[in-house]
C-alpha cells in the first residue's frame, strides 16, 4: 500500500516525514494522470498545487479551518488527502467523485461554485462570520492568477484591506496561465513581483549552474525553476497589492512545499488579512502537460499516457462557428471577437490567428467582455462575444442595460448551452433562454445543425441596433436535419398525417423531436415537427400552427421556468389560442454531474419518455378527458 492509500484526513498528514511527504507528492502526481488519462479532467492545474495543497493541510486545520477553492477545479488534491480517493474511479461520472469540491461529498468542502473569481467574497465572509461569532478559525482562499482577473476578486480585496480582524489567508496560485498565458496589467504586475530582482538572482544562479551540466537543457531548468525561494523575511505589502495595504508574503516557490509551510505559518501568525504569493507550474511534473502549448492539460479529454495524445473528440460544435467566423471576419472588417479567457475552448482561436489586432482576450471578465463590447458597438465596430452560456449568468445587467438599452449590434455566441454534464450543477448551460427572454429587443436563435449554426450566424451579426445570441450545446452536432417547408421564418422538419400534434423542438432538441414524431407516426398520429431557429421574438407562424393542431409539445434544452416554451405558451394565450400545450425542457434544479445523456434520460428529454406522453394525451384528448397527469415535471 503507498502513502496515498493511508491518507484519510489531513491529520494523516502531520506525522510524516519530509521524504515521506516527498512520496506523497509523487503519488499523487501519478495518480491524478493514471485517473486523468481515463477520465478527462482538470489535470495541468492540480499537478501544479500538489505541494501547496500539502503545504495547507498540514498548516491550517480543515474542516475547522476552512479552505476555499476559487473555481474548484484545482481541488483534486484536497479531494484526495480528504479520504475521497475511491471516488476518482469515477471522477466526473455519476455516483464518482464531482470535479469540483461538493458540499455533499465532505465536511471539507464549504464553497462548490465553479464560476470563478468568488472565492475571497466567500472567504470574507467566512472570516468576518468567525470573528463576529467570536470562533477561532482561520480561512485559506486559493486563488489564480487568472481568477484574479476578475472583477468579483478585486471587489473582495477591496474589502478584505480593511478587515483587520479577518483570519484570512490568500493564496494566490500564479502559474501565469488561465488556460492560456494570463494577460493585462495585473498579469503584468504579478510577472513584476516574481522578477523581484533578488529572486531573479537566484534564478540566474540556477540556470548557470544547470546549463553547466551536460546533457541538462532548458526542460530540466524549467522544472527547477522551482529551487527559487524568493520568501521575505518580514511580511510587507508589495507593489500590486500596496495600495490596497494588503500584506504580503512572498514570492514562494509553490512546489517548494517547505517554503509553502513556512510561508504559510507565517502569515497564520499574523492573524489579519495575508496574501501568500506561490509561483507555480501548471501541469508539473508530467512533461506532456508542461510542454502542452494550447493550455498545459488545463482539462484535457482522456489520453494516453505514454504519448500525451487525446482520444479525438471529433468535430464538434464549437467548430463549426471557429470556422464560420472567420469567413464572416474575412468579409466583414468591422466584425471583432472577444473572449472571457477562453480563446480555444470558445472557438476563437482561429479568429485571432487570422485578425489578432480585432481580438479581444479580456480575462475572466465577463460583465467587462459584454459592456465593453457595448463600446465596440457603439464606436462603429460589430463585436462577437463568445461565452459559455452558464458564464453570461454574470453578464445579465450588461446584456440588459448596456447593450440592449443602448441598441447596440452585438452578437454572443454561447458554447455549452443546456445540459453540459460533467461538470456538475454550476457548468450546466439551462439558464440563458430565460434570463435572456426578458431583454427587450433581444433576438435569439437556437441552431439545429451545423449549418444552421452557419446560417444564423450570419444573419445575427447583420443586425446591428439590438444584441443577438446564438446559443448551441457541448459535443457534436448532429448530422443536417434539412427542412421541408419554412413557415414564416420558422424551418418545418417533419409534416406526416394529419394535424395531431404540433412539435416545436428549439435548437438540439429539434433532433429530438424528429425522434419524437418517428415514434408517432408509427402509432398513427399525425404529426408536424417546426424549429423556430430564431426563438425570439416568438415567430408569428408558430401561433397559426399552433391553432391549426390539437396538441402543441414544446422541447428545450432549458430551465423549463421563462423558456422558450413559457414564452410560446404565453404568445399563444396572448393570442386567443386554446390548443394544449406540453412544456418539455430541464427542471429547475441543480443537477448533479454525470454524462449529458444520463441526465438527458433521467430527467425525460428523449424521444421515447416525450412520445409516451403524447400518446398517453392523445388518447386522453380522443376520449375528452383533461391533460393533468401529478406524475409530469413540474
Ligand atoms: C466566470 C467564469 N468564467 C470562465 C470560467 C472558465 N475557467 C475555468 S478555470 C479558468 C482559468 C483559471 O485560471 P487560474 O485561476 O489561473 O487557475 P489555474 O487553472 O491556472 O490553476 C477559466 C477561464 C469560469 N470557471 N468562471
Redesign the pocket.
Known sequence: MGILESITTPRDLRGLSDDELGALASEIRDFLVQTCSRTGG?L??NL??VELTLAIHRTFDSPRDRVVF??G??AYVHKLVTGRMAGFAKLRQEGGASGYPSQAESEHDIVEN????TALSYADGLAKAYAIRGEDRHVVAV??????T?GMAWEALNNIAIAQSSRLVIVV???G???TP?IGGLANALTTLRTNPRYEQILDLVKKRLNAVPGVGPAAYDALHAVKKGLKDAIAPQGLFEDLGLKYVGPVDGHDRGAMEQALAQAKRFGGPVIVHAI?R?GFGYDHAEAHEADQF??PGPFDIESGEEVPKGRIWTDVFADEIVHIGQRRSDVVGVT???MH?VGLHHFQARFPERTFDVG?A?QHATTSAAGLALGGLHPVVA??A??LN?AFDQVLMDVALHRCGVTFVLDRSGVTGDDGAS?NGMWDMSILQVVPGLRLAAPRDGARLRELLNEAVEVDDAPTVLRFPKGPPPEDLPAVGRAGGTDVLVRSGTKDVLVVGVGSMAAVAVGVAERLVAQGIGVTVVDPRWVLPVDPALVDLAREHRLVVSIEDNGRVGGVGSMLLQTLNDAGVETPFRLHGIPQEFLAHAKRAVILERIGLTPQAIALGIVEDMTALAEGAALIDADRPV
Do not use: C, W
Not at 114 to 117: F, G, K, L, P, T
Not at 143 to 148: C, E, H, N
Open positions: 482538470h495541468g492545474p501544479g498545487v476559487d473555481t477545479h484545482q465553479s464560476h470563478a473569481s486563488i489564480g492568477d487568472g481568477a484574479l476578475g496560485n500564479d502559474n496561465r488561465s488556460y494570463t507555480t501548471k488545463h482539462g472571457a479567457a477562453m475552448p475572466i465577463e461565452l459559455y452558464t458564464f454574470r457548468h
